[in-house]
């Protein structure tokens, strides 16, 4: 039963041109994650997948990547059914894929990557080496093959699996939101690219959140909703985003803040006047230098955050914003300089203590959420760790929270005592911000956030955290989309390689960032 | 062609070990065969050897004794992503502790608690110092079995000089003293060792389950990664873990010299630390079920001698029933953890 194809010619790079799922169901437990679908997808022709967290586009993905086994349903390719068992059928159908985490081994190399993933010996390592870094310069990045996986940061690691999806020969090419962790100019090179593939004949497919893109970029658009095709725009179709937006949230209801983020409120966001460098220090960050064992070096770090303000950070993903949350969290102590909170170093704050002070979002679930361990559990993972022991009573009582919690932060599972595993990745994201934000800590890091979030909870995320400055708590908001970060944020600093190269108070604009950014290269 | 449905059987976790204990009953009856006996005339003579009359049961008992407190000792650094193989040393220095005061000392009633509790400590130092080693980068595997072969040579010296009864013909420490030892009851065939592993057991459970330093362990065992997040501090917690682990491992060893073989020999232990790591794989880490698969364990040995006296079936036969389940626990999950990786894709 090796055969991924049932008639005996594989269907090879150039020569399809459709691939059409029809009925396609795949359940866990009680979740329809998909509930029916059928969409086609062309050669030559970017499409667009929309929906929120949990419409079950990661896992129409992982169905025709072979990660998952669909329940029922059918795939043709050219009229040809076929069956994809596993990536390697995937692969054999034409079909390249980019998953929204990583499928990389990160104790090896890209290179080794690759040569695994080729999986044949013959291959000469260097002629593999050589096609990665093509593949790379094509879409603008510049890899290097012989990087440990573990040590990329995550978009990093997101670049170097589009440049090796794109390293396979192949008919139709599906991202899993590939453009949330790039950088405005990594973005553009990459449409760009999506147009030289289409014009090859290649098909494109990318799941994202941000309307604009999906309708500037793509010639049809297929909106998903609990499971099902709730939307098709065909080429011709004209709408504009507040219908997308009724489509993808299923209700008429007005989401005023929409237009603010997707149309980029370019200096204009409505936020309060911004509290001056003198006022009330909760946070002094003075001359951090060094490097985590895990990561890049930050150099000579000032920063000062103030009571009840949102200190935004701005900055190409990579940059030092993983160790400077790494920093502000306690998890890691510098080689030089202190943190400061509340007066006191943090490191001489007992775990317990600090635990509670400070809200801890990082930029990879895996940091914050262990998959084995059920929703509530997750959800109490400090608290029986630091605050209380977990007898059976408070145990109990948690998971009774937990249900709320699940209630109040729209968590889609199938019950809390579900493993946090078979949670989308925008569910586990919302698992960590209920456990964080719940604690109402002084001090919230929040690194990307909304990463994986649809507009929808970016917004609702975007309300905790002002309901949070609001009753004098202080938050760090990085994030790599500039609007969001204008949008959210009293004060602005802009990270490049490591340094703060300039705080805005006022006057924030796209522009005034985009200077700063450009400062330190 | 259509994809139907996949109705896959999921099996209660607990579930899988017996299975394996089953199975591995399957596996060894044909050997039973060809050793020369009847299949059902075996398992009757090893059930025989427990359970048929008091004094079986109470060697039954005593042979599981230090598997009971050795499980624990492997299970709850497991519990932390620690991998103890170091139970057999820890052990035997908790036994060599014991002798020492058992013999160096008169005792009295409750004296039994200072042996014990110095056995406690001196194998938790022992054990911290292969969680101390982990944090510096050396693997705990690697740390214990060296440290294995330290306590057994450093036995075996003693045995030969200071520590030897100059009245035995053969290597082997003085008796301990009557005011220390444990004894039995119920026509002297139960050991009270069994109050002593019944008050280890539940504390072992106390504190894995119910408090926050066992919540911890549990969350370094699911995510080093998160785990740092949370505040632990590795090095710390791992020295811990390690502690605890060869301290329960030394209870157990001090048990058995306290409470049936007096005298410490050269190789008094037939291997309680090892079959201990089989008993804590089966527990998959868990405190509780320690208990029945090290009495089943216990069972086993009890059962290998009369085997061997009555039948003439090799003893060592009675090993494949401890290693069989092990593997073929190890390879379901194994599988399953294949299964999930390439499910994931991460």
Redesign the interface.
């Known amino acids: 039963m090796g055969a991924a194809i049932?008639n005996a010619g594989p269907v090879t790079a150039r020569e399809a041109s459709t691939l059409a799922v029809t009925g396609l169901?795949k359940h866990f437990g009680r979740v329809r994650a998909n509930d029916g679908i059928d969409v086609t997808f062309r050669g030559g022709e970017v499409h667009a997948l929309l929906g929120e967290n949990g419409a079950g586009k990661s896992t129409l993905i992982?169905c025709l990547?072979g990660?998952?086994?669909?329940?029922?349903?059918?795939v043709e390719i050219d009229g040809r059914?076929v069956?994809i068992r596993?990536?390697a059928d995937s692969r054999q159908c034409g079909i390249a894929v980019v998953?929204q985490?990583?499928?990389l081994i990160s104790r090896l190399t890209l290179l080794e990557n690759v040569v695994l993933q080729e999986g044949r010996l013959g291959r000469i390592r260097s002629e593999l080496a050589d096609r990665l870094v093509e593949s790379g310069n094509r879409l603008g990045f510049s890899i290097d093959p012989r990087a440990r996986v573990e040590n990329l940061s995550v978009g990093d690691l997101q670049r170097a699996e589009i440049a090796r999806a794109f390293m396979q020969e192949a008919w139709l090419v599906i991202l899993d939101e590939p453009t949330a962790v790039l950088a405005p100019a990594e973005r553009a090179s990459l449409f760009d690219l999506f147009g030289s593939l289409t014009s090859q004949g290649v098909g494109v497919v990318f799941v994202t959140h941000h309307l604009a893109e999906a309708l500037s970029e793509s010639s049809r658009t297929t909106v998903l909703r609990e499971g099902q095709v709730v939307g098709r725009l065909e080429p011709g179709h004209h709408v504009d985003e507040a219908d997308l937006v009724r489509l993808i949230v299923g209700d008429d209801a007005p989401h005023p803040s929409v237009a603010g983020i997707t149309d980029g409120g370019h200096g204009s966001a409505p936020h309060p006047p911004a509290p001056g460098d003198e006022g009330d220090v909760l946070v002094d960050v003075r001359e951090v230098s060094g490097a985590p064992l895990w990561g890049r070096a930050l150099h000579d770090l000032d920063l000062r955050i103030h009571r009840g303000e949102v200190l935004g950070i701005a900055g190409v993903e990579g940059n030092g914003q993983r160790e400077l949350s790494?920093l502000l969290?306690?998890?890691w102590s510098p080689a030089s300089g202190t943190v400061l909170l509340d007066g006191t170093p943090l490191a001489d704050y007992p775990?317990p203590r600090?635990?509670e002070l400070v809200g801890?979002v990082?930029d990879d679930h895996?940091?914050?959420?262990?998959g084995?361990?059920s929703v509530w559990e997750n959800l109490a993972?400090?608290t029986?760790?630091?605050?209380?022991?977990?007898?059976?009573g408070r145990k109990a009582r948690q998971r009774r929270a937990a249900g709320e919690l699940v209630e109040e932060f729209d968590i889609r599972t199938d019950g809390v005592g579900a493993p946090v595993?078979q949670l989308s990745g925008g569910n586990r994201r919302r698992v960590i911000l209920a456990r964080e934000l719940r604690k109402h800590p002084v001090l919230l890091v929040a690194t990307y956030p909304t990463r994986g979030l649809d507009v929808r909870s970016a917004e609702q995320v975007r309300s905790w955290v002002r309901r949070l400055t609001d009753q004098g708590s202080s938050v760090v908001y990085m994030s790599t989309e500039l609007e969001e970060i204008i949008e959210v944020s009293d004060r602005v600093a802009v990270m490049v390689r490591g340094r703060v190269t300039g705080v805005l108070t006022e006057g924030i604009t796209i522009g005034a960032i985009g200077n700063l950014m450009l400062q330190g290269t | 062609?259509?994809?139907?449905?996949?109705g896959r059987l999921r099996l209660p976790e607990t579930v899988v070990p017996v299975l394996a204990i089953v199975a591995s009953l399957v596996v060894l009856a044909p050997l039973v065969q060809i050793g020369g006996a009847g299949i059902a005339e075996g398992y009757r003579e090893m059930f025989k050897a427990s359970f048929g009359s008091m004094v079986g049961v109470g060697s039954w008992l005593t042979s599981s004794l230090p598997l009971v407190l050795v499980g624990l000792g492997v299970a709850l650094p497991y519990r932390a992503g620690l991998f103890n193989v170091g139970g057999e040393g820890q052990l035997l220095t908790g036994a060599l502790v014991g002798v020492y005061i058992g013999t160096a000392f008169g005792g009295g009633p409750g004296a039994f608690m200072l042996p014990l509790l110095a056995a406690f400590g001196a194998a938790a130092a022992l054990g911290a110092v292969a969680g101390w080693l982990k944090a510096r980068g050396m693997h705990e595997i690697v740390t214990t079995i060296m440290l294995n072969f330290i306590a057994v040579f450093s036995l075996q010296f003693l045995l030969r000089g200071s520590f030897k009864d100059p009245d035995l013909p053969y290597a082997a420490s003085r008796a301990v003293n009557d005011g220390f030892r444990l004894g039995r009851f119920a026509g002297d065939d139960i050991p009270y060792g069994i109050f002593i592993a019944a008050v280890v057991v539940a504390a072992a459970v106390y504190l894995a389950?119910?408090?926050?330093l066992?919540?911890?362990l549990g969350?370094l065992g699911?995510?080093e990664?998160?785990a740092?997040?949370?505040?632990?501090?590795l090095a710390r917690t791992r020295t811990v873990a390690m502690a605890l682990g060869g301290g329960l491992a030394g209870v157990g060893g001090a048990v058995e010299l306290l409470g049936n073989q007096y005298r410490i020999g050269a190789h008094f232990s037939p291997g309680w630390g090892f079959t201990a790591i089989a008993v804590a794989l089966l527990a998959r880490g868990k405190m509780l079920p320690v208990l029945p698969f090290a009495l089943y364990f216990g069972f086993l040995q009890n059962g290998e001698v009369r085997l061997q006296a009555i039948l003439g079936i090799p003893g060592n036969l009675v090993l494949i029933l401890v290693a069989a389940p092990v593997i073929i626990v190890a390879a379901v999950y194994g599988f399953r953890a294949y299964r999930k990786t390439?499910?994931?894709?991460?």
Not at chain 1, 384 to 392: G, K, L, N, S, V
Not at chain 2, 209 to 212: F, S
């Open positions: 049932d169901h992982k990547s990660v998952y086994r669909p329940d029922s349903g059918r059914e069956t596993d990536p998953h985490s990583s499928t790494a969290t306690g998890s775990p600090r635990s801890d990082p895996f940091l914050a959420t262990c084995e361990l993972l400090g029986f760790a630091w605050q209380e022991a977990p007898t059976p595993r | 062609m259509r994809l139907g449905s996949r389950d119910y408090t926050r066992g919540w911890r969350l699911q995510s990664a998160v740092v997040r949370q505040g632990l501090n390439v499910m994931v894709g991460t």
